[in-house]
T-cell receptor
Framework: AQSVTQPDIHITVSEGASLELRCNYSYGATPYLFWYVQSPGQGLQLLLK??????LVQGIKGFEAEFKRSQSSFNLRKPSVHWSDAAEYFC????????????FGTGTRLTIIP | ETGVTQSPTHLIKTRGQQVTLRCSSQ?????VSWYQQALGQGPQFIFQYYREEENGRGNFPPRFSGLQFPNYSSELNVNALELDDSALYLCASSLQTGGVETQYFGPGTRLLVL
């Protein structure tokens, strides 16, 4: 069974600083990987996804993520955060066997300080 | 905006009651998945429907059931509500064509069981 670990429950970053959110996955084959963002009281918005090919993927809002097979990681990065980036971020892994079940991590809450 | 809507936005029920939550998928999407997100947790997969048939189920008891209709709408039904059923319920629609496609989430229904 697949699993996702987001080791950082809460991260605080100054506005304008760089950001890296960690995600490690466990899956028996090459996974499909996703990052979603959730603002308070809202649903999930897709930031970016990795299916195959280039291991550095670009997403919306200036985010990017890099798939590293050797480390089983898919860390999310942004060079300069904005106050509007404050939210909960979820990493998820999807299966390649036709069942589209997504397995999510427990999330990382991002706080931005002025 | 993902084009996925859910109703109602909030709901309060008492233990033992039954509840029906509704989701309207993006037009043309043939797959809908339901997730339960408890407070402070990542979403947990409940089940998925593909072309009106259940197509995968997570670790949830049979009192959680669903329906998918030809008009891109779907329902999640929960019988004999328990206090632990209090959560945000998210539906996600996708177009399944043989590979893994992206799931687009609605804003969720927040259920409180007293």
């Amino acid at each position: 069974a697949q699993s996702v670990t987001q080791p950082d429950i809460h991260i605080t970053v100054s506005e304008g600083a760089s950001l890296e959110l960690r995600c490690n996955y466990s899956y028996g084959a090459t996974p499909y990987l996703f990052w979603y963002v959730q603002s308070p009281g809202q649903g999930l918005q897709l930031l970016l996804k990795y299916f195959s090919g280039d291991t550095l993927v670009q997403g919306i809002k200036g985010f990017e993520a890099e798939f590293k097979r050797s480390q089983s990681s898919f860390n999310l990065r942004k060079p300069s955060v904005h106050w509007s980036d404050a939210a909960e971020y979820f990493c998820a892994v999807g299966r390649r066997d036709g069942n589209e079940k997504l397995t999510f991590g427990t999330g990382t809450r991002l706080t931005i300080i002025p | 905006e993902t084009g996925v809507t859910q109703s109602p936005t909030h709901l309060i029920k008492t233990r033992g009651q039954q509840v029906t939550l509704r989701c309207s998928s993006q037009s043309g999407h043939n797959t809908v998945s339901w997730y339960q997100q408890a407070l402070g947790q990542g979403p947990q997969f409940i089940f998925q429907y593909y072309r009106e048939e259940e197509n995968g189920r997570g670790n949830f008891p049979p009192r959680f059931s669903g329906l998918q209709f030809p008009n891109y709408s779907s329902e999640l039904n929960v019988n004999a509500l328990e206090l632990d059923d209090s959560a945000l319920y998210l539906c996600a629609s996708s177009l399944q064509t043989g590979g893994v496609e992206t799931q687009y989430f609605g804003p969720g229904t927040r259920l409180l069981v007293l």
